[in-house]
């Protein structure tokens, strides 16, 4: 025996589906369970280990060169798989060949390039929640902010036209249903897959693409020669899958949480300027990314745990978002904690390029609120979807006073 098997730890087994409905649904009684088994724990269903705690979630997320993204950051190893769409050359690529997309992508999402929409969005955000409010003490918050801000404004600004933007909620559902396994969620979407990815890919084209949005910026960056044409409209998609969902479940869930904690509303009122640190502690406390995967690129040992090489690894972001090692009160949605280290964006390499535009989206529509609404409150029972990876939602119904 070699003396890293001697020392080699044998990890709990669990034989629990973190993709069946009834834990996507209300995945906390898992992670604790993950959590307090051990800091690995190999899931037989899918052979697969798996990172619950704070500590080996991040420490997974920073070291790339261990755990690579280029075999897929979904279940799927591409060592042996095929991908349903061509990789990402950002999510999906590890250093050096994910270097110039990246480079390109953070430029243009950087916050100085966001400053000119500030101005337009809090406008959108007024007139909206003037729309709800006029019709209505009562709506479904889902539909009315957290979909249609972010339909409206992100897309603005990509550039892409105002035709056919229902197709892409139904395009993200499916593409991060396809990071998890190839389970009924995957299955009962299949046919609409070339429908809708042709969609997708035609509005990544030069020419679907408004010439002052993101979109264009990132064709005018393959212009340059910072990217290949073949690139180009491949990063236009990754705006488009990774931009929509994220932020309209990221709201939903912002919202439910000042709904369910009215102290929290009273101050975001007095101190407004609270809203983007309170989006992330919404961002920790519920974690609209669930999970993402790596693959281990040689042997290594986690925790004195073998994760063999090739293999892939399970990060529970939610998990670590709420370990009580790391986080007082853990549970408590309080917009007075400092969440920064919250790895619901991830963390190193790959962390989520688009935060900057998350949070000023979320600035814009919860500031937008705090200057009319005095109190909000649930109308009734909000309803969630079961997405492999995102903590979805269907419906939050609210009152506001
Ligand atoms: C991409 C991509 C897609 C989905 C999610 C994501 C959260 C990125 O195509 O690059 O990051």
Not at 134 to 145: I, K, L, P, R, Y
Not at 365 to 390: D, S, Y
Request: one cysteine or more.
């Amino acid at each position: 025996m070699t003396k890293a098997l001697e020392r080699a730890v044998v990890p709990p087994t669990s034989h629990a589906d973190p993709f069946a409905h009834d834990v996507l649904l209300d995945p906390e009684p898992l992670h604790q369970d993950l959590r307090e088994a051990a800091p690995v724990v190999y899931l037989s269903r899918y052979d697969v280990h798996a990172l619950a705690r704070y500590e080996q979630v991040h420490a997974a997320l920073i070291d790339w060169q261990h755990f690579e993204s280029g075999s897929g950051v979904g279940l799927a190893n591409f060592r042996h798989e095929k991908s349903w769409r061509q990789p990402s050359p950002l999510l999906e690529a590890d250093p050096p060949r994910h270097d110039a997309p990246r480079r390109v992508l953070r430029e243009i999402l950087a916050p100085p390039a966001l400053r000119r929409l500030r101005e337009t969005w809090s406008v959108v955000a007024d007139e909206l929640v003037d729309q709800a409010l006029a019709g209505s003490t009562e709506f479904d918050a889902f539909t009315a902010f957290a979909e249609a801000f972010p339909l409206r404004v992100f897309l603005d600004a990509l550039g892409i036209g105002p035709d056919g933007r229902e197709n892409l909620l139904p395009y993200g559902n499916m593409a991060f249903n396809a990071f998890g396994p190839h389970n009924d969620l995957v299955t009962s979407d299949a046919h609409r897959l070339a429908e809708l990815s042709g969609w997708v890919t035609a509005q990544c084209t030069r020419e679907a693409l408004r010439e002052d949005g993101f979109g264009a910026r990132i064709w005018a960056a393959a212009d340059r020669g910072e990217l290949t044409y073949e690139q180009a409209p491949l990063m236009v998609r990754s705006l488009l899958t990774a931009g929509v969902d994220t932020t309209v479940h990221g709201l939903a869930a912002c919202l439910y949480a000042f709904a369910t904690h009215p102290e929290e509303w009273q101050r975001l009122r007095e101190r407004p300027e609270l809203a983007r640190v309170a989006f992330d502690e919404a961002v920790r406390w519920q974690s609209p990314v669930q999970t993402f995967f790596r693959t281990a690129t040689t042997d290594v040992t986690v925790a004195g745990t073998l994760i063999p090489a090739h293999t892939k690894i399970l990060m529970f972001l939610g998990a670590a978002n709420r370990d009580p090692a790391h986080w007082h009160h853990p549970d408590r949605f309080d917009i007075t904690r400092d969440p920064s280290g919250h790895v619901g964006f991830g963390m190193g390499l790959h962390q989520c390029i688009g935060q900057h535009v998350a949070r000023l989206e979320a600035e814009a529509l919860l500031t937008a609120l705090a200057r009319r609404v005095t109190r909000l409150e649930l109308a009734g029972t909000p309803h969630r979807h079961p997405n492999n990876t995102l903590r979805s939602w269907a419906s939050l119904p609210l009152r506001v006073h």
